[in-house]
């Protein structure tokens, strides 16, 4: 499925700013793993995620997908395999756009370009339905604005669009953690439910570590450019937020510091 051979980026090389964000990343993914991702500040996980989803380059190293690399492509062209929610609900989606419309420019994502993105009835009927599966309204204001959606409605619309073509990767970054608690159980349990039963392949970043243990099947820890700890669904199932605590302190050598920690 997703394979990252021997990755790694430098920021500002050469200078006194030089930063290694990525240091020689070795990770596979298997078909329907759902893998979540912490660490400390500054560890690398967004680096990670822009770079499997082609919106900065590697220095070294290979992105590949189904055995193929996708390292020279462009990020509006890996977007037929790859689907992704950002942290703030505002940038799945466009304010200007009804929520139907919004849907259509997902549904035509990878699709031949002389599809239309107009809304035929169709088309309507099963935006309806897909819209039902969120269970919070949305499928009776198709006509509504996205701009006028809260913030909880706005990112289940994301995540409805991002995997709406089900994408052979779906990338989650920290996208519960600008909504209340309230809102993000909501999008937790609805990611929870789509990635089941899509079967999605998913690499989730989080901020939450009873979240990060709790969701999927495998965990990753990074710490300064690298994967510390991969840890599988029979470890996973005995994982308390201390003992994680623990391991990574162990490895690393020292505290996970990181200003936006949730323990649970
Ligand atoms: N565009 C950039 N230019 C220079 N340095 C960068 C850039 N992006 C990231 N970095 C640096 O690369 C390292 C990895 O950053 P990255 O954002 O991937 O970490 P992170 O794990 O997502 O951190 P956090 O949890 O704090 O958001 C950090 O030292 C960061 O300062």
């Known amino acids: 499925m997703l394979k990252l051979d021997n990755v790694s980026k430098l920021f500002n090389p050469g200078t006194p700013d030089e930063k ?6 070795d990770l596979e993914l ?7 991702i912490i660490g400390s500040n500054g560890a690398g996980k967004s680096t990670l995620m822009n770079i499997i989803s082609g919106v900065m380059k590697p220095d070294l190293g290979e992105v590949l997908i189904e055995g193929s690399s996708i390292s020279h492509l462009a990020e509006h062209h890996r977007s037929r395999w790859i689907g992704r929610v950002f ?3 505002m940038a799945g989606t466009s304010p200007r756009m009804t929520i139907e419309e919004n849907l259509a420019m997902a549904y035509k994502r990878g699709k031949s370009r002389g599809l239309s993105i107009g809304v035929s009835s169709s088309k309507r009927t099963m935006f309806r339905e897909e819209l039902q ?12 604005k996205v701009g006028l959606l809260s913030g909880g409605e706005r990112q289940a619309l994301s995540l409805l669009m991002a995997t709406f073509t089900k994408p052979q990767i779906l990338l ?3 996208h519960t953690a600008a909504l209340d608690p309230a ?3 909501l999008i937790t349990r609805l990611t929870e439910s789509i990635v ?6 998913t690499l989730m970043v989080t901020h939450n570590m009873e979240q990060a243990i709790r969701l999927g099947n ?3 820890m990074m710490d300064k450019g690298q994967i510390i700890l991969d840890i599988d669904e029979k470890r996973k199932k005995d994982l308390t937020v201390e003992r994680l605590l623990g391991e990574f302190e162990a490895i690393s050598g020292h505290k996970l510091a990181d200003d936006r920690i949730v323990l649970g």
């Open 87 to 89: 942290q703030d609900p």
């Open 218 to 220: 495998r965990l990753i």
């Open 133 to 144: 599966r969120l269970g919070i309204g949305l499928e009776n204001r198709l006509r509504a």
């Open 183 to 185: 809102r993000a159980e």
């Open 196 to 201: 089941r039963e899509m079967k999605l392949t």
């Open 30 to 36: 298997n078909p329907g793993d759902f893998v979540t």
């Open 20 to 25: 290694i964000a990525l240091l020689g990343i």
């Open 172 to 174: 989650l970054d920290e």
